[in-house]
């Protein structure tokens, strides 16, 4: 192909997620480095012109020191973390039989079934979401269901708690999960499964020796679809979590839009984009894995 | 083994009623009569009536049909000729960094590509009194992750796709864009339709980013969403929640009748 032409096609994707995406993070990263002010813009420049003429550049890692100093922000990495650990083994609890299933059923139904999985995630994500406030809500759909049973007296406080946050992080990315597992399990070597049928194996162990450790690639990769969004969501801890449900990416948008403090917010995603570098270099190399399979 | 097929019915009845019983119990709520969204009082369609006649919701909504029909054909393109390089281009020097600057926006929360993206464009207006903000800066925000998610669906395809259609044109010595355009371009072309309403359905449901990149007066459907839901549950978002759920409902089981019906005649 003419070398100019490939160049051009080559260019223009990479020119726009350099520009649009790359680029921007710097500036986030300069932007932790200034210093708020009141007023309009609400920082001080990284690089000032002097009334004498002399250009300066003053750094300020204030930020970073308000953040280590402020166990508020600590409580929120450490919410952050746990949050998206929990949410990520429920997904693991609830997805990885589903996606066995799946696997298991019929070839004709496979199609069908997935595309189940996949609907809720064409709808609204926020609306999702709302959804959850009507159930958990202490006169909601599941308290009402759980006294009508008798299971319990008086309603129990879910909404507004960290489990309202831990059901809506799991709930929505479910099918992220479900996904990449899927395509590891029906990708499977049915010989070896065989093979341990004959060698007497039961179905349990069939699982545990043969299925089970053949299937951790697509787990792993599911899982970091899961923990990656999860650590930085904003709009599942607003809306289902209480004041005290603490975690990075709400903390961030308090900082920016309530409090106005731009540097503050820009080192707070510096510490959230350190904190995702380990799962994002995970996710990467097990799709790498993947992808030589292929070949 | 029939005691397994139940289990494996068990769990795919216990995980589509999780999947499903929200949704559902958001339409069957929307036809209350009561504003008390969990309280039944009697059958109604007037919260139906009253989203039509709400002009603030519908015009974000038009907004955001605007700005996503926009951004999902900036997505097409841009998505396409990124999995081409990733594909095609085994030489390429751009092919690795590309790969990884592809699959970051997939999993990257969106507070960071909003803030991010906010800030880019403040410096640039400061620089150069351009882009303003509001459906312009939406679009270009959007893209930038839709894009990624055109690549994956386009990628795909074009790796599965059986190469020796191409050959064979080259063979009769049809040029190398020729038979991009009359060959290869009607092969991938419904994963080109899958990555479009992909990124339309990501541009309609976003609310962090356009919050962060969006100006005063470019509201969009999700941000009208989310300060209304902020209040409490209001039976006119069911109503919308249920026509969001048929909407999409309907074109997924086109979607699926369409791919079935391919997937049978390929068989033949």
């Avoid at chain 1, 300020?60 to 083994?89: E, R």
């Avoid at chain 1, 990769?221 to 990656?228: D, E, R």
């Avoid at chain 2, 620089?127 to 679009?139: C, F, K, S």
């Amino acid at each position: 192909m003419n070398k100019r032409l490939s160049g051009l096609i080559a260019g223009i994707p990479t020119f726009w997620l350099v520009v649009l995406f790359v680029l921007p993070l710097l500036f986030v990263l300069k932007m932790s480095l200034t210093e708020a002010r009141l007023g309009l813009p609400p920082y001080h420049d990284l690089i000032r012109e002097m009334e004498d003429g002399l250009i300066t550049i003053k750094i300020n890692f204030g930020n970073y020191v308000i953040l280590a100093q402020d166990s508020l922000y600590l409580s929120a990495l450490w919410g952050s973390l746990k949050i998206a650990t929990v949410s990520t083994l429920l997904c693991i609890l609830i997805g990885y039989p589903m996606a066995y299933a799946i696997a298991n059923s019929p070839k004709h139904l496979q199609t069908p079934l997935l595309m189940l999985v996949i609907l809720p995630f064409w709808t609204s994500f926020l609306i999702r979401v709302y959804a959850w406030i009507g159930i958990l809500k202490s006169n909601g759909l599941l308290n009402n269901f759980l006294m009508w049973c008798g299971v319990i007296d008086e309603p129990l406080q879910i909404l507004h708690t960290v489990w309202a946050v831990y059901i809506g992080d799991a709930y929505s990315y479910l099918p992220f999960f479900i996904l990449p597992l899927y395509a590891t399990l029906v990708k499977l070597d049915r010989g070896l499964l065989e093979a341990a049928a004959d060698l007497g194996a039961r179905p349990v162990m069939q699982f545990l020796t043969v299925t089970l450790p053949q299937s951790i690639p697509g787990v792993v990769a599911g899982s970091m679809l899961v923990f990656i969004p999860v650590m930085g969501e904003f709009v599942i801890p607003d809306l289902l979590g209480g004041p005290d449900v603490l975690m990075l990416g709400k903390m961030m948008w308090i900082e920016f839009f309530n409090n106005k403090d731009w540097p503050l917010a820009s080192a707070l995603t510096v510490v959230l984009l350190v904190a995702l570098i380990i799962p994002f270099v995970l996710m990467q190399n097990y799709e790498q894995q993947d992808s030589k399979d292929k070949a | 083994m029939s005691k397994l097929r139940w289990l494996q019915i068990t769990v795919l009845l216990l995980g589509f009623a999780f999947l499903y019983i929200p949704m559902i119990s958001l339409i069957v709520y929307s036809f209350n009569e009561s504003r008390l969204v969990t309280v039944w009082a009697g059958f109604s369609t007037k919260w139906y009536s009253e989203l039509m006649d709400n002009r603030q919701l519908l015009g974000a909504a038009w907004l955001s049909i605007k700005i996503g029909f926009l951004n999902a054909c900036l997505s097409v393109i841009l998505g396409t000729l990124a999995a081409i390089v990733l594909v095609r281009f085994r030489r390429s020097r751009m092919r690795k960094p590309l790969d990884v600057m592809v699959a970051a926006p997939l999993v990257m929360p969106d507070i960071i590509i909003g803030l991010s993206l906010l800030l880019l464009f403040v410096s640039l207006e400061n620089l150069m009194g351009w882009p303003e903000r509001g459906q312009l800066t939406v679009i270009l925000a959007h893209s930038t992750f839709s894009m990624a998610y055109v690549t994956v669906v386009v990628r795909s395809r074009l790796v599965s796709m059986d190469r020796s259609l191409e050959e064979a044109a080259m063979d009769l010595g049809a040029r190398p864009l020729w038979v991009f355009f009359t060959v290869t371009l009607p092969i991938i072309a419904p994963s080109l339709v899958a990555g479009w309403l992909l990124a339309f359905t990501l541009s309609m449901d976003d609310l962090v980013v356009a919050s962060f990149v969006s100006g005063p007066g470019a509201t969009t459907l999700p941000m009208m969403v989310y300060s209304s839901v902020r209040l409490g549950v209001s039976p006119q978002i069911n109503a919308l929640a249920s026509i969001i759920i048929l909407v999409v409902s309907v074109a997924v089981l086109i979607a699926g009748i369409l791919m079935y019906r391919q997937e049978k005649r390929l068989r033949h």
